[in-house]
């Protein structure tokens, strides 16, 4: 059954994504701010850093499938979240191993991997020719309040995921060496 959770979780996340804007004041969502939601990747964060072992990739794989499933309900192109998704959570799995896991070098993280992610499909919508905002404009106006948007989230979030996640990964551990 537990298996099954993460995913659902993942599932969950993907749908409150589409309407999560219809949520926030009208003020915010109508102003010349872009924010996008990014909870999907802040999950996949989190358990490439807390669930996931050297020696599994359970986020990567996660970020595939559920990069793919945005790809194909929220944008008209495929690939474009699943690459990204997939690449970031990697780097982040990779780079988890070389430092120290306290709360401000994972929030350091999970800043540097949402303004990758970030920036990665901006530039593959700009390189294909879908988005058309000036570099400024987009650090002023989707990135900087995406990011801060996002912070947010993973600051509340974190607590309970954190805490969640270690007991599942080390649950996990014992049923794999109980074979």
């Known amino acids: 059954m537990k298996r099954l959770l993460l995913p659902l979780i993942l599932f969950l ?3 409150l994504e589409g309407v999560a804007l219809d949520l926030l004041p009208t003020s915010i969502v109508t102003g010349s701010l872009f924010i996008i939601p990014h909870w999907v990747f ?3 964060f989190f358990i490439a850093i807390f669930y996931d072992r050297e020696n599994t990739g359970y986020a990567i794989l996660y970020a595939i ?4 499933l945005i790809d194909l309900v929220y944008t008209g192109v495929l690939g474009i979240y699943m690459f990204t998704y997939a690449f970031v959570i990697y780097l982040v799995h990779e780079i988890r191993k070389l ?5 401000y070098v994972t929030v350091i993280l999970g800043i540097f991997g949402m303004i990758l992610v970030d920036i990665g499909i901006y530039l593959i919508y700009s390189v294909i020719g879908i988005a058309h905002l000036m570099w400024t404009d987009y650090l ?7 990011v801060t948007a996002n912070i947010a989230f993973l600051l509340i979030l974190y607590p309970f995921a954190r805490k969640v996640l270690l ?3 080390k649950e996990q551990l014992q049923d794999h060496n109980a074979f």
């Open 42 to 44: 802040i999950l996949l």
């Open 140 to 146: 002023l106006y989707r990135l900087l309040p995406t």
């Open 65 to 68: 499938i559920f990069g793919l």
């Open 167 to 169: 007991k599942w990964s």
């Open 99 to 103: 430092v120290l896991n306290n709360f």
């Open 13 to 15: 996340l993907t749908v």
